[in-house]
């Protein structure tokens, strides 16, 4: 079934008794290329499956080429390329065009209603189908910049409407503002920073307080007003440490260290305008095992989002996990006490698809510390150990996840170092170390992550 915005693919898939991964890439072009992807988890069953995913945010009236892939541990196939066309838009719409200095501006989210459904073309134009008789709000968004005007509302829409935006770069402030303060029933000790959504507000959690005062989550206007969207309740998870992702649906995905059903963590999704959905719990045993998600999930080129476990010091092991965005949890991979425990940040999916991590030592492990390098199989293997240096001038125990520089290396902080004030450091995604700074408490001490900023440098 094909719409002039969605369209639904389908398959057969022989997963040949291993545990498949299956979807559809899909382009505009015929050679596949920048092609995007949806998938699912088909099991491992050995006879042939059904597989049916539905693709959305397409543009109307456009060609597109798709075809099915399915992997697991025996390795990759492709089916054939197919085509489909979507439907010219039915009904009214809403358009526009959105312009910097006249020229139309790329990368500008457009949401209806505080909905992102619409993201523009290259020049600056975009087009919605909208249901008549009904009320609609129309804002633009994109980080560094204003628009004028802010927003267009249209009400008991009878026609085809236009809203035409002016976008022009924000001007920075260094002026400081308290914008809310934590007092208990809105939350207590926000831990992990805010995340920046697509309809220009700040969302974040708080790890205690609110209604059950067992943490929040939340949102906040750039002017500060801030709106408890859920108080958890521990059965549906307790003290959110990781912050939140916004995924490609729009809505958030979380973690909570603990709680839920299995009591050891839980893992859930938050809409903007605050439903909550318990996606899974962890557990002792069972195939959920693991304690403690740690770190923001983050949301792979397959449409999923992967994690880790065992972020709280003497629990383990830790394990990387993966769920669906409807709630398919599966385990990946679990680490033995050798290989290290206590990691403090979530992963990062490097430009070759593959995803790094963290581990600290523990005290069952003689191990140092670790960055792992782990293929999207689950295929784990470690790409430095630390402390191969005299008096571990590499560092050891690194602090924060990791992030990769536009030269394609990884960077990230760890403790120890010459002066055991912490350093940072550089690896290339073939492991080689290189150590770039060591913090000697005249120029600070513990550094705790890094920020990639628009200058290439890092923060």
């Not at 992807?37 to 456009?62: F, H, R």
């Not at 449409?303 to 385990?331: C, E, H, K, Q």
């Amino acid at each position: 079934m094909v719409t002039n915005h969605t369209a639904m693919l389908s398959a057969s898939i022989s997963p040949n008794g291993g545990d498949t991964q299956a979807g559809f890439l899909y382009s505009t072009n015929s050679s596949m290329t920048n092609a995007e992807s949806v998938n699912q988890d088909v099991g491992s069953s050995p006879g042939t499956a059904l597989l049916s995913l539905e693709v959305v945010g397409l543009t109307p009236a456009t060609t597109y080429y798709f075809q099915a892939f399915a992997s697991n541990s025996a390795g990759t196939v492709n089916g054939a390329v197919a085509s489909f066309t979507t439907a010219e838009l039915a009904g009214y719409a809403i358009s526009g065009v959105v312009t910097l200095q006249g020229v139309g501006l790329a990368g500008v989210t457009v949401s209806i209603n505080g909905v992102p459904a619409i993201t523009q073309a290259p020049s600056g134009q975009y087009s919605e189908a909208v249901t008549p008789g009904g009320d609609y709000i129309v804002t633009p968004f994109a980080v560094g910049y204003t628009f004028t005007p802010p927003s267009v509302s249209f009400n008991n829409l009878s026609a085809n409407q236009v809203a035409n935006f002016a976008a022009a770069v924000a001007a920075p402030s260094t002026a400081f503002s308290t914008l809310v303060n934590f007092s208990g029933a809105n939350g207590v000790a926000p831990s992990s920073g805010i995340t920046l959504a697509s309809d220009g507000n700040f969302y974040g959690t708080t790890q205690f307080g609110g209604a059950n005062n067992v943490g929040t989550i939340f949102q906040l206007t750039p002017s500060g007003t801030l709106t408890t969207l859920h108080s958890f309740a521990n059965t549906d998870g307790s003290s959110p440490f990781g912050g939140l992702v916004q995924a490609s649906n729009g809505n958030f995905y979380g973690n909570t260290l603990s709680g839920g059903g299995g009591g050891n963590g839980a893992l859930y999704s938050i809409t903007p305008q605050g439903a909550f959905t318990g996606l899974a719990s962890f557990s002792s045993s069972g195939p959920n095992q693991g304690e403690s998600p740690i770190g923001s999930l983050i949301q792979a080129t397959d449409g999923n989002l992967y994690g880790i476990t065992g972020g709280m010091t003497g629990v383990g092991p830790p394990t990387i996990f993966r769920i669906s965005l409807s709630g398919a949890l599966t385990t990946l991979y679990t680490f033995s006490p050798e290989e290290g425990g206590g990691p403090l940040g979530g992963l990062l999916q490097a430009s070759d698809g593959n995803f790094y991590g963290t581990l600290q030592g523990n005290n069952v492990s003689s191990a140092p510390g670790v960055v792992f390098k782990m293929t999207p199989s689950g295929a784990v293997t470690p790409l430095y150990i630390f402390c191969q240096q005299q008096n571990c001038a590499d560092g050891i125990a690194p602090t924060a996840p990791l992030i990769q520089g536009t030269d394609g290396n990884l960077y990230g902080t760890a403790a120890g170092g010459a002066s055991h004030n912490g350093v940072i450091f550089k690896l290339t995604l073939g492991g080689a170390y290189t150590l770039l700074h060591t913090f000697d408490e005249a120029d600070g001490s513990g550094p705790n992550g890094l920020l990639l900023a628009t200058d290439s440098n890092f923060y």
